[in-house]
């Protein structure tokens, strides 16, 4: 009797606390776009910064993007004279720290095109992680940058 109630306080002090506490992690995704191609291109893939606030690794297992038949988490890897796209199971995200998608490195591919994707158009992509977190946002059509930088 006597036990039950301090249980029963217990639960009462502590889980109000405990689940604010859990809502302050989160996996906050910056400068997220999707490489504009010619409308013909059967596949373009997505790249952002990632950072996962939570105190252990997280993983990267799938997303989800609308008009797309396939989308596959690629790594771009050289074995010395090639550059290849090697599809991976998931991306790792380590404990409170960030990760750059950046073409000719990790990125998020997109295969099957089913809707154009036209420079500016914005599209909703949902990000699902392997601790049951969900990032929904909306990431613009850009183009690649690369060539402006070159003529600096
Ligand atoms: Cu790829």
């Given at each position: 009797?006597?036990?039950?109630?301090?249980?029963?306080?217990?639960i009462m002090f502590t889980s109000p606390i405990s689940m604010t506490y859990a809502n302050n992690y989160s996996i906050d995704i910056e400068d997220a776009w999707i490489r504009a191609m010619p409308s013909k291109a059967m596949s373009t893939a997505a790249f952002m910064k990632i950072t996962n606030k939570f105190p252990n690794e997280v993983k990267l297992i799938s997303v989800d993007i609308d008009g797309v038949q396939s989308v596959e988490l690629h790594k771009t890897v050289s074995d010395g004279k090639v550059m290849k796209m090697v599809k991976q199971s998931h991306i790792p995200l380590p404990a409170n720290s960030s990760l750059v998608l950046k073409p000719g490195s990790w990125h998020i591919m997109?295969?099957?095109?089913?809707?154009?994707?036209?420079?500016?158009?914005v599209h909703q992509v949902q990000l699902n992680f392997d601790n049951g977190f969900k990032q929904n946002i909306k990431i613009k059509v850009k183009k690649h940058q690369i060539q402006m930088m070159h003529h600096m």
């Amino acid at each position: 009797m006597k036990l039950s109630r301090i249980f029963a306080i217990f639960i009462m002090f502590t889980s109000p606390i405990s689940m604010t506490y859990a809502n302050n992690y989160s996996i906050d995704i910056e400068d997220a776009w999707i490489r504009a191609m010619p409308s013909k291109a059967m596949s373009t893939a997505a790249f952002m910064k990632i950072t996962n606030k939570f105190p252990n690794e997280v993983k990267l297992i799938s997303v989800d993007i609308d008009g797309v038949q396939s989308v596959e988490l690629h790594k771009t890897v050289s074995d010395g004279k090639v550059m290849k796209m090697v599809k991976q199971s998931h991306i790792p995200l380590p404990a409170n720290s960030s990760l750059v998608l950046k073409p000719g490195s990790w990125h998020i591919m997109m295969i099957g095109l089913e809707k154009q994707f036209p420079e500016g158009s914005v599209h909703q992509v949902q990000l699902n992680f392997d601790n049951g977190f969900k990032q929904n946002i909306k990431i613009k059509v850009k183009k690649h940058q690369i060539q402006m930088m070159h003529h600096m």
